[in-house]
C-alpha cells in the first residue's frame, strides 16, 4: 500500500492545499520554518484536532470551519485479501439477488490497483469516502462477507441484518501498522515491558520489544541494523538488548567492539535522539514488506553526515517503502533521488504547496534560495561519475568506501569522494535516432550547472548491447572520458552461490536453501538459450568468456524465482549491494575484477576535465 494523494483543509496554515500527488520512493516537502510542513507531517498521523485555519477574516472559534485531511490510498488487490483474511473482519457488501457473488468479489479482488479514498473532519478516526465493495442493484439483498477457516477462502454467508464492519473497519489496523510518523520529540524509548508485541507501535515506545525479537529469531536482519547504525554514527559500534529484570528490557549503545561487560555500555535513553530516531526508522523499514515512512525535518536531529548516511541506506536498501519527508536542510537535497518535490510557502496566514521540477535548473536556483543556501551546498562534489543506474550507483560507492586504503597506496589520496550518479536514460547514448556527442555535452553541461565546483565529468558503462563501433563512439564523443565494464552488466561479477544463498534465506521465514542449491541451479540452467551466452557455456561459473556475456540479471531473478518456489524476488539494487558486501567480505575471486574497474574509474574521475565536450547546437 501507498499513498496516492492528499489535501489538507481548514488546517492549521492550509486553508487548502489543493490535491498533492505522491510517488514511490522519497516524496521531498522542503520549505522554510514555520511555513506548514510540520502540519503536513502530523496529518498522517494520529490528530488534527485544535490546530484551524485562521486569518484576518475568520479568527474567532465559533466561526472557523473544522480542520478537514482527505487522502486517497492504493493497495492492491492480494494485498487487500491478505489484509481481510488475517484480521477476519465482517464486511457488509450489497450485491444482487440473482448476481454471482463470489465472481464479483474475485474480480474485485483480481485488481492490481485499488483505490480506497479518505477522509478525516477535525480530531475523528479517518472514514471511508468511497465504497468499492458496495454495488447497488435493484431489488438487492444485503449480504456478509466473512472468512471461513476452511482452506482460508474468503466466503458469502447468509444476508445479516446487523452488518458488523466496514471499508474503514478493515483498513483501520492496517493503517495503524503500516503508517509510521517520526519527529525530534520522540525521548524515552530505549526500555520497555518484555511481553510489548513485535511490530513497532506509533509512537515507538516498544522499540526494545522490536529490536529484541530480530537480535533473538532474526539475527541476520538484526546483523543488518548493526551495520547500518555503525556507517550512520561513527561513535556506535553496536546496539544489543539485554533484560534488565524479567519483566523489562533494555537497548545498550556500545562505542567499542569490546562487549565483555555491560558497564561499557550506554543506555538508549542516555544516548542522542537521533540514535533513538535512527533505530526506530530502521527497525520500521528492515521489519516490514511495505510500509510509509514520514519523518518530518530530518537534520533537526541529525547531523549532516548522518543525515546523508541515512538517506543512502533507506534508498538503496528499503526502496519498496514510500517516504515523505520534510526538510530546510541542503544535506538531505544533496544525497536524495525524490520520486517528488514540493515547495511549501508562507505569506501572512495562508501556506501554499507547488510542485518543482528538479531537472530545470532555475528550479534548482529557487529550491537554493527557499533554503538559504547556494547550489554548490546542495551539490558540492567536484568529481562526478554517472553510472548505467541506482544499482550500480550503490555498488560503486560502497566497493570505493570498503578500498579507500588500497586507493590512497596505489594512487595518491582521493581528496574529496567522487559523487556516483545514475543516468536518466542509458540508452540514450547509443542511440541512432539520437547524437551521442549531444548528450554527453548535455550530461556535462547538467554536472556543471548543478555541480558548479565539478572539475571532472567521467561515465560509465555496461556493455550490454553494444557494438565494437558503438563502444569506440562513445569513447571518442566523451573525450575518453568513460569506461566500460569487461562484462556485460554488474550481475555478471556477483554469482557467487554462497552469498546469493544469504541474500535468499533473508527473504525466507522457514526452509532456507543452500549453497548447493544455488550452485546446482546455475550448474543446470547456465546454457540456457534465454541467458544469452549458451554457445560459450562449458559447464563452469567460472569461466571468464562465459561471464562477459550472461545476461545474469535474468538469470538472478529466475533463480530466486524457482529455487524458492517463488518465496523469494530478484529486486535489482537491493539484492546486488548485499551479494557484492558478502563477496567483498569474504573476498570471493568474483569481485575482484569489479574492484579493479571502480578503481580505474575513480582515477580517471580525479584527472580534470582537459577540454570541454562539444556545445549542443
Known amino acids: 500500500m501507498r499513498f496516492d494523494r492528499f489535501r489538507l483543509q481548514c488546517l492549521s496554515s492550509f486553508e487548502d492545499s489543493g490535491w498533492i500527488n505522491l510517488e514511490k520512493g522519497i516524496n521531498l516537502l522542503i520549505g522554510q520554518n514555520n511555513t506548514g510542513k510540520t502540519a503536513i507531517a502530523k496529518a498522517f498521523g494520529i490528530g488534527i484536532g485544535g490546530n484551524q485555519h485562521r486569518n484576518k477574516a475568520e479568527f474567532r472559534s465559533g466561526r472557523i470551519s473544522p480542520p478537514s485531511v482527505e487522502m486517497d490510498l492504493i493497495i492492491g488487490g492480494e494485498e487487500l485479501r491478505d489484509i481481510w483474511l488475517s484480521a477476519g473482519t465482517q464486511v457488509h457488501w450489497p450485491v444482487a439477488a440473482n448476481g454471482s457473488p463470489d465472481s464479483d468479489l474475485e474480480a474485485f479482488l483480481g485488481q492490481e490497483i485499488i483505490v480506497l479514498e479518505f477522509v478525516r473532519k477535525d480530531n475523528s478516526e479517518f472514514y471511508a469516502r468511497n465504497h468499492p465493495f458496495h454495488k447497488r442493484f435493484v431489488g438487492s439483498v444485503d449480504n456478509t462477507v466473512v472468512i471461513q477457516n476452511l482452506n482460508g477462502k474468503l466466503r458469502f454467508v447468509a444476508p445479516s441484518p446487523n452488518p458488523s464492519g466496514t471499508l474503514t473497519t478493515l483498513l483501520g489496523p492496517v493503517w495503524t501498522n503500516s503508517v509510521f510518523t517520526f519527529d525530534a520529540q520522540r525521548f524515552s524509548i530505549g526500555t520497555c515491558a518484555s511481553d510489548q508485541p513485535a511490530r513497532l507501535s506509533a509512537n515507538a515506545h516498544n522499540l526494545a520489544a522490536v529490536l529484541a525479537n530480530l537480535q533473538g529469531g532474526r539475527p541476520t536482519h538484526f546483523k543488518r541494523l548493526n551495520e547500518h547504525v555503525r556507517e550512520i554514527f561513527s561513535t556506535v559500534q553496536s546496539i544489543t538488548v539485554v533484560p534488565v529484570n524479567p519483566n523489562q528490557q533494555e537497548i545498550r549503545v556500545w562505542p567499542t567492539d569490546d562487549r565483555s561487560n555491560v558497564e561499557l555500555?550506554?543506555?538508549?535513553?542516555?544516548?542522542?535522539?537521533?540514535?533513538?530516531?535512527v533505530l526506530?526508522?530502521?527497525?520500521?523499514?528492515?521489519?516490514?514488506?511495505?510500509?510509509?515512512?514520514?519523518?518530518?525535518?530530518?537534520s533537526s536531529f541529525l547531523h549532516p553526515a548522518a543525515t546523508k548516511s541515512l538517506i543512502r541506506i533507506l534508498q538503496t536498501y528499503y526502496s519498496n517503502h514510500q517516504y515523505i519527508i520534510t526538510t530546510h536542510s541542503s544535506d538531505v537535497m544533496s544525497v536524495a533521488r525524490p520520486s517528488t518535490v514540493y515547495l511549501v510557502e508562507k505569506i501572512d496566514f495562508k501556506s501554499?504547496?507547488?510542485p518543482i521540477d528538479v531537472s530545470k535548473f532555475e528550479n534548482l536556483r529557487l529550491i537554493a534560495g527557499q533554503l538559504g543556501i547556494s547550489t554548490s551546498d546542495v551539490f558540492g562534489a567536484d568529481k562526478l561519475i554517472w553510472v548505467e543506474g541506482p544499482t550500480e550507483e550503490a555498488c560503486?560507492?560502497?566497493?570505493?568506501a570498503e578500498n579507500l586504503d588500497k586507493f590512497d597506496r596505489e594512487v595518491g589520496p582521493l581528496g574529496s569522494m567522487p559523487l556516483f550518479l545514475a543516468v536518466h536514460a542509458p540508452s540514450d547514448f547509443?542511440?541512432?535516432?539520437k547524437k551521442a556527442d549531444l548528450v554527453f555535452a548535455l550530461y556535462q553541461k547538467l554536472s556543471a550547472a548543478t555541480l558548479n565546483l565539478v572539475k571532472s565529468t567521467t561515465f560509465s558503462f555496461d556493455r550490454e548491447g553494444l557494438t565494437d563501433r558503438q563502444i569506440s563512439d562513445l569513447l571518442r564523443y566523451s573525450k575518453k572520458r568513460a569506461l566500460f565494464l569487461e562484462r556485460r552488466m554488474i550481475e555478471c561479477y556477483l554469482?557467487?552461490?554462497?552469498?546469493?544463498?544469504?541474500?535468499?534465506?533473508?527473504?525466507?521465514s522457514e526452509n532456507p536453501i543452500t549453497e548447493a542449491d544455488v550452485f546446482g541451479y546455475l550448474m543446470a540452467q547456465g546454457g540456457d538459450l534465454k541467458f544469452k551466452a549458451h554457445e560459450l557455456w562449458k559447464g563452469n561459473i567460472s569461466d571468464g568468456r562465459w561471464l562477459e556475456k550472461v545476461d545474469a540479471a535474468s538469470l538472478l531473478a529466475a533463480l530466486f524465482q524457482e529455487v524458492t518456489n517463488s518465496r523469494a524476488n530478484f529486486q535489482k539494487t537491493r539484492d546486488c549491494i548485499e551479494i557484492l558486501k558478502l563477496s567483498l567480505a569474504n573476498n570471493r575471486p568474483s569481485v575482484v575484477g569489479l574492484i579493479k574497474y571502480v578503481m580505474d574509474l575513480v582515477k580517471l574521475a580525479t584527472i580534470d576535465d582537459s577540454s570541454e565536450l562539444p556545445s549542443p547546437t
Open 265 to 277: 555500555s550506554a543506555s538508549l535513553n542516555d544516548c542522542g535522539t537521533g540514535v533513538s530516531q
Open 352 to 354: 501554499t504547496v507547488k
Open 396 to 400: 560503486f560507492r560502497y566497493i570505493l
Open 430 to 433: 547509443a542511440s541512432k535516432s
Open 280 to 298: 526506530a526508522i530502521l527497525a520500521v523499514a528492515i521489519t516490514l514488506d511495505q510500509a510509509v515512512i514520514v519523518i518530518d525535518e530530518l
Open 495 to 508: 554469482l557467487d552461490p554462497a552469498a546469493i544463498a544469504a541474500v535468499i534465506n533473508g527473504q525466507l
